[in-house]
């Protein structure tokens, strides 16, 4: 699938000694392209004269190569070990008149000196000489490393071109907006409460309304089971309220469940969250630390995964539970404080995202609630900590566990399930 992405231009250059480093800096560009280029929108792409430039004729060869490879890149990787390489009639060798005319051009630049012995036989003194000249006229802009060998020289490649790449983007973003605020050269996520089935950003701050649905006397809902298997027990005269469903595929607690599933519906409300990173630079491992206090309330905070999945059956394989299904089992005794937390791979800099994870919060009266959010993210020096407040309006309702449910079935147009509970009600009062 194709994708749009920002493309940024490595130069690589180096003396003819460290052919070995130049064909890893370039794998090590095409992996860091592999893992990163679709989710981060960012291709970076290694520059070497070898595949970059094509002859022309009457020109200096240097000259050629700069203007046609060295004018366009956006960074470069310098790498040296005992030789500084070949004079241009300009500079010292071809890769100093390369490092040096992106330094001036304000570039960043990063140099690598290898320290992996060598045969002194091989070794070139003057070409060593003006190496070490050269080292200690390193450029400020310039990020200096040493390495003694090709696997040292990719692990600090791989982890210094992301450091050079988050510099690149913070310094264009400050560039593309330098009197304006709304993009800042660094990642700055933000976060808000979504709407629930678009995800679309709303604000820091939410006032949702629920109903606490206050049930006693639960234990009277009778266990389930038909009219006509009722009649067949009772030809048997044995007592309905004892075991009379045992061997019976029927879902005894499901009138309890119905009960249940209406009382945890009104008494819970969905929450979602929208980040959004204003900044020039994107964010990987996003992780958000959601911690949720009520100053002046107690609180239920669950999962998704944790509401009811389903709609009550009467089939007892379709659902199946040994005991009575209650309300407080789902929503608790409350609490002032709850923590979860929001993990996304990343976020690309001015881009905004909802993630599904949605989580179900209720109260038992009205109340004030805190979600305090620390975000965490790769491209973050500390964590970031944002406050957003939420206010739960609660309509609380005392009602008899009976009457409650003959009222949702009745609501819910199951006139043959309000006559068999007033039939089973009535069995059990007179039994």
Not at 215 to 235: A, G, M, Y
Not at 250 to 257: A, M, V
Not at 303 to 311: F, T, Y
């Amino acid at each position: 699938m194709s994708y749009s992405a920002q493309v940024f231009r490595v130069l690589i250059a180096s003396p003819s000694d460290v052919d070995e480093e130049r064909d890893i800096a370039v794998r090590t560009i095409q992996e860091w392209n592999d893992l990163n280029s679709a989710e981060r929108q960012i291709v970076l792409l290694p520059l070497r004269w070898e595949t970059h430039s094509s002859p022309e004729y009457g020109k200096r060869p240097q000259e050629i190569i700069n203007r046609q490879v060295v004018d366009h890149c956006d960074l470069v990787v310098g790498i040296f070990w005992t030789r500084i390489g070949s004079p241009t009639g300009i500079a010292e060798s071809g890769t100093i008149e390369e490092i040096d005319r992106v330094a001036k051009n304000g570039k960043p630049v990063m140099l690598y000196f290898s320290r992996a012995k060598q045969d002194p036989e091989n070794i070139d003194l003057n070409q060593l000489e003006k190496l070490r000249e050269f080292k200690k006229n390193t450029y400020p802009r310039a990020l200096v490393e040493n390495y003694t060998g090709p696997i040292e020289f990719k692990d600090k490649l791989s982890k210094q071109i992301e450091l050079q790449l988050r510099t690149l983007l913070a310094e264009q973003s400050k560039n593309q907006f330098p009197d304006s605020n709304s993009v800042r050269p660094v990642t700055d996520i933000i976060l808000n409460f979504a709407e629930i089935d678009s995800g679309l950003e709303l604000s820091g701050a939410l006032q949702i309304q629920t109903q606490y649905l206050d049930v006693s006397r639960f234990d009277l809902i009778p266990d389930f089971i038909t009219l006509e298997e009722k009649n067949k027990l009772l030809n048997k005269n044995d007592k309905l309220s004892v075991g009379l469903l045992a061997g019976s595929q029927l879902n005894k607690n499901y009138f309890r469940e119905r009960l249940t599933n209406f009382i945890v519906s009104q008494f819970f409300r969905p929450l979602r969250f929208s980040l959004k990173n204003l900044g020039g630079v994107g964010a990987r491992d996003v992780y958000i630390d959601l911690s949720i206090a009520s100053p002046n309330g107690k609180v239920s905070f669950i999962s998704k995964s944790q509401m009811p999945q389903h709609e009550p059956s009467t089939n007892l394989g379709y659902r199946y539970e040994k005991n009575p299904i209650v309300p407080s089992d789902i929503i608790g005794e409350g609490s002032k404080g709850w923590s979860s937390h929001i993990e996304i791979p990343a976020l690309q800099p001015q881009r905004k995202l909802s993630p599904q994870s949605v989580f179900f919060i209720g109260a038992f009266e009205s109340c004030d609630v805190v979600v305090t959010a620390k975000i965490f993210a790769d491209t973050l020096p500390e964590p970031v900590t944002q406050v957003l407040n939420l206010k739960i309006i609660v309509d609380k309702i005392d009602a008899e566990a009976l009457g409650a449910l003959r009222e949702i079935l009745i609501a819910e147009n199951k006139s043959e399930e309000v006559l068999l509970l007033d039939n089973l009600t009535s069995y059990e009062n007179s039994a």
